[in-house]
């Protein structure tokens, strides 16, 4: 299958700080990527809809200005979680299309964000 | 907006006995069902998926079953193992230009009992 990569997997900062993480699709191109956040034993939340070359569609209650979203290129966008206050801590998960005319999801590792 | 309600939230069953989740979403215009196998601290694995096109789905001891006038889907394992103990979450979306996303149930945890 489709190979999906996240960096870092695992990140803790201190409260107030920036934190970006990256989603890449190391075989494939995707226009169009989605991320989520999932809380201790719950669900995956979609937080925005990232679109190559355009602005991310967020979520209703996902702030745009704190969760910035950047598709600059065809297997690269980035999260990036502004000013997180330690109620951001959560397991962050990106997904890819292989194509916009396949069905099947594939999500990357994750990335778990602890914020003091 | 698309909402899919999955149920059992937990699951045990003895090893060797079958598993049975089910999940019911609320657009009709849904056409695409995929279950997915989620280990602790890991990312999501797709098993099995299903589209509105078809029925049924098997592969090995995994089994999809669709009901599009009830608007429900259910995920079969038959003869469990202690390895098949995960969180199983089903999904819905309507698949068309590609940037649809999918739509989560809540999960259900499932236990193995050796």
């Known amino acids: 299958g489709a190979v999906v990569s996240q960096h870092p997997s695992r990140v803790i900062c201190k409260s107030g700080t920036s934190v970006k993480i990256e989603c890449r699709s190391l075989d494939f191109q995707a226009t169009t990527m989605f991320w989520y956040r999932q809380f201790p034993k719950q669900s995956l939340m979609l937080m925005a809809t990232?679109?190559?070359?355009?602005?991310?569609?967020?979520e209703q209650g996902v702030e745009k200005d704190k969760f910035l979203i950047n598709h600059a290129s065809l297997t690269l966008s980035t999260l990036t979680v502004t000013s997180a206050h330690p109620e951001d801590s959560s397991f962050y998960i990106c997904?890819?299309?292989?194509?916009?005319?396949?069905?099947?999801?594939?999500f990357g590792p994750g990335t778990r964000l602890t914020v003091l | 907006g698309e909402n899919v309600e999955q149920h059992p939230s937990t699951l045990s069953v003895q090893e060797g006995d079958s598993a049975v989740i089910k999940c019911t979403y609320s657009d009709s215009a849904s056409n695409y069902f995929p279950w997915y196998k989620q280990e602790l601290g890991k990312r999501p694995q797709l098993i099995i998926d299903i589209r509105s096109n078809v029925g049924e789905k098997k592969d090995q001891r995994i089994a999809v079953t669709l009901n599009k006038t009830a608007k429900h889907f259910s995920l079969h394992i038959t003869e469990t193992q202690p390895e098949d103990s995960a969180v199983y979450f089903c999904a819905a979306t309507f698949t068309s230009s590609g940037n649809t996303p999918l739509v989560f149930g809540k999960g259900t945890r499932l236990s193995v009992i050796a």
């Open positions: 997904s890819a299309r292989r194509t916009r005319f396949t069905d099947t999801q594939y």
């Open positions: 990232s679109n190559e070359g355009s602005k991310a569609t967020y």
